[in-house]
């Protein structure tokens, strides 16, 4: 474990609902995906203390539960936004103009590829193929999915998103 990456604390109300999730599922080492994909909805990253809870509570080692949260590309350790924007960087959405798409939400949003808003509304990332390429180029935000986007609409897209009106 590395200390360093673990600079965020998490509030202790979010702690306690972490475990009350956790603590539903002690020894069922199965379950373990679940109850991260539940307690990202609660946290905003997952931290060091929110690992070492779910590891207590299911009676896991910290090791194993980091190693598997790890292991899940789209389960980052570090925070994310409420609005997770992945954008398709495979080819069919790259002759398509994904790059300009990717560059207009980029600029409005005022962060790069990989980083979130200090609000913590909204975090970029590129994905491989989202398997919609007959819509590319596509992104998701979250779990719904845009396609046959070009900068003037990926920009009204997003504004609804910064105005919360979706
Ligand atoms: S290449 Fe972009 S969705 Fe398939």
Do not use: W
Not at 9 to 30: C, F, M, N, W
Not at 35 to 53: F, T
Not at 84 to 104: E, F, L, N, Q, W
Not at 125 to 131: A, D, R, S, V, Y
């Amino acid at each position: 474990m590395h200390q360093s990456q673990y600079s965020f604390t998490t509030s202790p109300s979010a702690l306690v609902q972490v475990a009350e999730i956790a603590s539903r599922y002690k020894g069922r080492q199965d379950k373990l995906m679940d109850v991260i994909i539940a307690v990202q909805k609660i946290v905003p990253s997952l931290a060091e203390d929110v690992a070492a809870v779910i590891a207590r509570e299911m009676g896991l080692s910290q090791n194993h539960v980091y190693s598997f949260v790890t292991f899940y590309e789209y389960l980052s350790v570090q925070p994310r936004g409420k609005y997770m924007i992945r954008m398709c960087s495979s080819a069919p959405c790259h002759v398509r103009g994904a790059k300009d798409v990717m560059d207009t939400i980029t600029e409005m949003l005022g962060i790069k590829i990989g980083e979130t808003t200090p609000d913590n509304r909204f975090t970029v990332e590129t994905c491989p193929c989202l398997g919609i390429c007959d819509i590319s180029p596509a992104i998701m935000i979250n779990d719904k999915v845009y396609g046959d986007l070009d900068p003037e609409r990926a920009r009204e897209l997003i504004k609804k998103y910064i105005r919360e009106d979706i």
